[in-house]
């Protein structure tokens, strides 16, 4: 499944993604804000992706993971991802990693209105959530320009480096979308 925007294409990550998948895993200013750890070899990095990639085989999808293509000059600037409920509440929850030399340009925020739209459009998601740390400035701005909702604090509920952080916990609803 690949998905557009004016600047960016995203097409689902595979094998051949390994290597630059690992280099942005490895970056410490990218894990900063992420429960995910840095893979401590790229074998590891070969089991996060593991779930999304055989995911793709399946007739009833509950996640996606996308790499991030520049259309202007092709370079794979990170990854996206969705995940969804498959049940009667109709929910998602997406994410967004970049390459630090693509942060400030708007691509987080043009990543979370496709992934809106996808989640609405696609699948007909009632409600599509999205968690950020609570001292992550830069990403709550990008859910807050996409047009969620902060609905509240998580307390103490990411482990980062041995912390336990709080979380704020952001939504959109399909009624919302104009």
């Not at 991030?68 to 997406?94: C, H, P, Q, Y």
């Amino acid at each position: 499944m690949k998905l557009e925007t004016n600047r960016l294409q995203l097409f689902e990550i595979s094998w051949d993604d390994l290597e630059k998948i690992h280099e942005l895993h490895s970056i410490p200013e990218v894990d900063e804000f992420n429960t995910l750890g840095i893979p401590e070899n790229i074998e590891v990095t070969r089991k996060i992706i593991s779930a999304d990639i055989e995911n793709q085989l399946k007739k009833t999808r509950s996640r996606f993971c996308w790499k991030v293509i520049i259309k202007e000059n092709s370079a794979f600037a990170g990854l996206a991802g969705m995940t969804l409920s498959n049940d009667r509440f109709k929910m998602g929850e997406f994410y967004y990693k970049l390459f630090p030399k693509f942060w400030g340009n708007g691509y987080a925020t043009e990543i979370a209105r496709e992934l809106i739209y996808f989640g609405f459009s696609e699948y007909k998601l009632h409600r599509i959530e999205a968690g950020v740390a609570t001292k992550n400035l830069a990403s709550i701005r990008v859910l807050e320009k996409a047009g969620m909702t902060k609905e509240g604090i998580r307390r103490k509920i990411l482990p980062i480096r041995g912390e336990w952080i709080d979380n704020y916990h952001y939504s959109i609803l399909d009624e919302e979308i104009k």
